[in-house]
C-alpha cells in the first residue's frame, strides 16, 4: 500500500470530481445526509487539502539517509544511525567543500566571462561566444550540484525566435535547462550577489529583466517580450509560467501572460528524482542560502527533462484555455498531478471568486432538489 500514490498522503480521498457527485445527488430526493458529501470535502480540506500540501516537501516511500527526524518512527536501529553517521561526513566534510569549490567557479566565470563579451560589438561571434560562456558556466554549477539530468527527445529543443515553458520546482531549473542549451532569462530585478550576476549576464545576452514597478505592469511586460520574440535571430525565452515553485508532484495553474505574446510555445516537462535529493524550494521555510546548503549537502540531483513538440494558439482559443492545454501536456508527460489553483495561494489567501463559486454549486443542489422533494410530496398529498 506504501508503494501507491494514494497512500502516500495523510488521509485516502475519493477522487470523483465534485460535478459528479453533486449531479448524482440530484438524481433523488433532497435528504439532509446530503450535506455530508460538503461536510467530508470539509474535513479533507483541514487534516490535508491539495493546495497547501504541493508547497511542503513531497513524502518519500522510502527514507534516503538525509533529513533525520523521529516522525512515524517507533524502533530506532543502531546499525541504520551509524550508516547515518556515516553519510553526514561524506556529505558535509568531502562533498559539501567540493561542490562550493566548483560553485565559486562557476558563478565568477560566469561574471568574469559574461561582463568580459558584452565589451564586444554586436556581431554574431559575440553571440558565439556568449553561447559558450552560459553553457560552459551551467555546466560547472550542475557538475556543484553533482547533477545527473537524462534530456529526452532532444530534437523538440526551442528554437530561436520562440518561447520555452516548464514547471517550476526550483531556482535551479533555470540551470538544469541552460546546461543543454542558451535561453533568454524572464524575471525580476534582483540585489546583492544575484544582482551582479544578472547585470553581467545582460550584457553578452539579451536577457529580459524588469523592476518591480515595471512587473506590475502588463502591458508593458508584454510588449517587451513580443519584441523580444519578434526577433527570430534571439534566443528563445525561458518563462515558468506558475509563477512559485510546487513540489515536484503537480502543475499548478498557468499565467496567460505567457500565452499572449503569440509566437511558437515550447513546452518542456521537468521531473526530479527526490531519493537523492530534495530540489524542491519551500521558500515559505528556507532562505535562499539556507535552500543551496540543503541542496549542496544532499546526495546528488538528479532529473528528468522532456522536451515536448512545439505548441501554437489554435483558432478561436483564448489565452487561458491555450495555457491550460499546454499545462495539461506537461503533466502527462512528466506523470505530474494537474491543478487548476493559483501557485498564488502559497502566500495569498483564497479569492471570494473561487468561495462563491463552491457556494453556488451547494446552493444549487439544495434548490433543485429541494424543489423536487416539494414537488414530490404535493403529489402525494394530491
Known amino acids: 500500500m506504501l508503494k501507491t500514490p494514494a497512500a502516500n498522503g495523510i488521509i ?3 477522487e470523483t470530481p465534485m460535478e459528479k457527485e453533486i449531479a448524482r445527488l440530484h438524481r433523488v430526493n433532497f435528504e439532509f445526509s446530503d450535506i455530508f458529501y460538503f461536510c467530508r470535502k470539509g474535513f479533507e480540506a483541514i487534516v490535508e487539502d491539495e493546495v497547501t500540501q504541493r508547497f511542503s516537501s513531497e513524502e518519500l516511500v522510502s527514507w534516503n539517509l538525509l533529513t533525520r527526524t523521529n516522525v512515524n518512527f517507533h524502533y530506532i536501529s543502531l546499525r541504520l544511525s551509524i550508516v547515518w553517521g556515516i553519510g553526514v561526513i561524506v556529505r558535509y566534510c568531502f562533498l559539501l567543500p567540493l561542490r562550493f569549490t566548483l560553485a565559486a567557479i562557476g558563478i565568477t566565470s560566469m561574471i568574469v566571462g559574461t561582463t568580459m563579451v558584452g565589451q564586444l560589438p554586436n556581431s554574431s561571434v559575440k553571440n558565439y561566444l556568449s553561447e559558450v560562456v552560459h553553457l560552459t558556466c551551467s555546466r560547472i554549477l550542475v557538475r556543484a550540484l553533482s547533477g545527473t539530468i537524462h534530456y529526452h527527445n532532444k530534437e523538440n529543443k526551442p528554437q530561436k ?15 538544469i535547462l541552460t546546461n543543454d542549451g542558451c535561453y533568454a532569462m524572464v524575471g525580476q530585478v534582483h540585489g546583492g550577489l544575484m544582482g551582479v550576476i544578472q547585470r553581467a549576464a545582460v ?3 539579451p536577457h529580459v529583466w524588469f523592476e518591480r514597478s515595471e512587473m506590475k505592469d502588463r502591458l508593458l511586460v508584454t510588449k517587451r517580450l513580443r519584441e523580444h520574440v519578434a526577433d527570430k535571430s534571439k534566443l528563445p525565452i ?6 512559485t515553485c510546487i513540489n515536484n508532484t503537480s502543475v499548478m495553474m498557468f499565467k496567460k501572460g505567457s500565452f ?3 509566437g511558437t510555445i515550447y513546452p518542456v516537462a521537468i521531473k526530479y528524482d527526490p531519493q537523492f535529493g530534495d530540489a524542491f524550494w519551500n521558500s515559505s521555510k528556507y532562505n535562499i542560502v539556507s535552500y543551496l546548503l540543503r541542496i549542496m549537502t544532499s546526495w546528488a540531483i538528479v532529473c528528468n527533462v522532456w522536451y515536448m513538440p512545439p505548441m501554437v494558439r489554435k483558432e478561436g482559443e ?4 491555450f495555457a491550460n492545454r499546454v499545462r495539461s501536456a506537461i503533466a502527462r508527460q512528466g506523470g505530474l498531478t494537474e491543478l487548476p489553483w493559483d501557485g498564488g495561494l502559497k502566500r495569498a489567501k483564497v479569492k471570494d471568486t473561487f468561495k462563491e463559486e463552491q457556494q453556488k454549486n451547494y446552493s444549487k443542489m439544495l434548490v433543485r432538489n429541494g424543489s423536487i422533494g416539494s414537488l414530490s410530496t404535493g403529489t402525494e398529498s394530491d
Open 12 to 14: 485516502e480521498r475519493d
Open 238 to 243: 525561458l518563462i515558468f509560467p506558475e509563477g
Open 318 to 321: 483564448d489565452a487561458v484555455q
Open 203 to 205: 550584457k553578452a545576452c
Open 260 to 262: 499572449e505574446i503569440g
Open 161 to 175: 525566435g520562440g518561447i520555452c515553458v516548464a514547471n517550476h520546482t526550483s531556482p535551479i531549473d533555470a540551470i
